[in-house]
């Protein structure tokens, strides 16, 4: 966390998932309000920032997107290093992407700031009716971990922004 001015906060957060649930997505929907529907296999990483008012201090959100690294361990702790807040993105439409939260989980045990924020996303709630993962399911999952949790959709825009704010007003109570 870098304090700028007064007034600035800096907040670095990863977004992190399996390959598909759509991460580039909201960050771009976040970013830029821009969704693209064919994917771009962007290699390394890449990041974009935006500034929101928080509790009338100006937070600006740097967020990392793995682009192409989401292979189980292939994302490097250089990605971690100084990462206040992790949106851990899974599939509605994907039970898989669902159960792989708990290695994103474990890596962030391991690689991340034990003090790390967790804001849980189910992405691609526009989907409701490929739905393999309940709200429910989800929601006890996020408690019994202590996480926050949202459902969004990069699509049609529903809680992105919602979800990047809850993640970093937590942030900005913890850190800032
Ligand atoms: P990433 O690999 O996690 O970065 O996923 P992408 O952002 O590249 O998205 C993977 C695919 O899912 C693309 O075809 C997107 O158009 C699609 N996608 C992403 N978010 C949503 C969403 O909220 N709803 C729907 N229906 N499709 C989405
Ligand atoms: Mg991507």
């Known amino acids: ?27 771009n929907r976040f970013t830029r309000n821009e969704f693209t529907e ?15 008012e928080i509790e009338n201090k100006v ?20 990605y971690y290093r100084g990462a206040v807040g992790a949106m851990i993105v899974y599939d509605i439409t994907s039970k898989v992407s669902f159960k792989n939260v708990t290695r994103w989980l474990n ?16 992405n691609k709630s526009d989907l409701d009716s490929a739905r393999e993962v309940s709200t429910q399911e989800a929601q006890s999952f996020a ?4 996480i926050s949790f949202l459902e969004t959709s990069a699509l049609n825009s529903s809680n992105v922004n ?15």
């Open 59 to 78: 937070i600006t959100a740097q967020c990392w997107d793995t682009a192409g690294q989401e292979r189980f361990r292939a994302v490097t702790s250089g």
């Open 1 to 27: 966390m870098v304090q700028e001015e007064d007034n600035d906060y800096l907040f670095k957060i990863v977004i992190i998932g399996d390959s598909a649930v759509g991460k580039s997505n909201l960050l």
């Open 107 to 122: 890596e962030l045990r391991e690689m991340a700031d034990p003090d790390i924020l967790i804001m849980m996303v189910g």
């Open 162 to 176: 919602l979800a990047f704010e809850r993640l970093l007003t937590d942030i900005y109570h913890h850190f800032g």
């Open 38 to 52: 064919k994917t771009k296999a962007t290699i390394g990483v890449d990041f974009g920032t935006k500034s929101i």
């Open 143 to 146: 408690q019994s971990h202590k």
